[in-house]
């Protein structure tokens, strides 16, 4: 099997693109995907070829590993038979896409059990794929299980909206945190709704790409546990005490440096729910 251009090796690593020669048509699809124009074609039979700066610049993004139909080209070391391929079987319809979009919903009524921790490890694989600016892949998890351990990040919440009250009525009062905190006091829980799980996001706070790629991976997570068959519901109370309670940021005792950039509740929804409720018209200027 004749190969060609592979790149130099950084950091102990191979890195780079590598041409099965007796498979590449010479199509050019690797170098017209690229996001950073990297992979030229040269030579009289326009072979792709890593451009000047490749190692430097290279988003190590797998367009060009994925878009190959003839599966001769490899990146960092890992060839196509190395990652999964795309199942024509498995792709669904535009209608049967708009009726798993449209029926998931935000889950506050959960059942008594954990979610095994399987199922929590497949519905994270898909979550960490979500993409991220630069590819950049910042986000990091948290995975809160049983009663007690989300009772304890769920007090130090109540503790800041209670503050808030007291401190900030005009922020507090309008949203009824007062009635919030009443009712979580009384054993009513109104942060995370008794859901068994809490799982947060976290990155370097001086990441810039950090806050819009735990946003998208928190969605991918809310989507396949919808898949999966469980609920989850964005932990909103929270997310807002993460960013400004220090007791709670000290309980989270994340790594130095970083921060929570969101979290979300989830477990096994108490109820199915059979429709699609009606939302606000659609808004939109075309230009």
């Not at 694989?125 to 950049?136: E, T, W, Y």
């Amino acid at each position: 099997m004749a190969q060609a251009h592979m790149t130099t090796p950084a950091k102990g690593a191979s890195v780079g693109i590598s041409i099965d020669l007796d498979k590449c048509h010479q199509d050019g699809f690797c170098s017209r995907v690229c996001p950073a124009s990297i992979i030229a074609m040269e030579g009289p039979e326009g072979t792709p070829s890593p451009a000047a700066g490749f190692e430097e610049i290279c988003l190590h993004c797998g367009h060009c590993l994925a878009v190959c139909p003839h599966g001769a080209l490899s990146l960092d070391g890992v060839s196509p038979d190395e990652v999964p391929p795309v199942s024509k079987e498995l792709a669904i319809s535009p209608a049967q896409a708009a009726q798993f979009m449209l029926s998931r919903r935000s889950i506050r009524r959960y059942q008594d059990k954990v979610v095994d921790r399987a199922l929590l490890e497949q519905a994270l694989d898909i979550a960490r794929q979500a993409p991220s600016g630069h590819n950049a892949q910042p986000v990091e998890w948290v995975v809160y299980s049983g009663r007690e351990q989300v009772k304890r990040i769920s007090d130090l919440v109540t503790d800041w909206l209670e503050w808030l009250c007291g401190h900030n009525p005009e922020i507090a009062l309008p949203l009824h945190l007062d009635l919030v905190v009443a009712q979580y006091r009384a054993g009513h829980d109104r942060v995370f709704r008794g859901a068994p799980h809490l799982i947060i996001t976290h990155a370097h706070q001086d990441n810039g790409f950090a806050q819009s790629s735990a946003f998208i991976a928190l969605t991918f997570l809310d989507l396949a546990a919808h898949s999966l068959g469980l609920g989850a519901c964005w932990a909103g109370y929270f997310n807002r005490a993460a960013q400004h309670y220090k007791p709670l940021q000290e309980a989270l005792a994340l790594p130095e440096g970083h921060i929570s950039f969101g979290g979300m509740m989830l477990g096994h929804p108490q109820y199915r729910y059979l429709r699609i409720p009606r939302r606000n018209p659609l808004r939109v200027a075309w230009r």
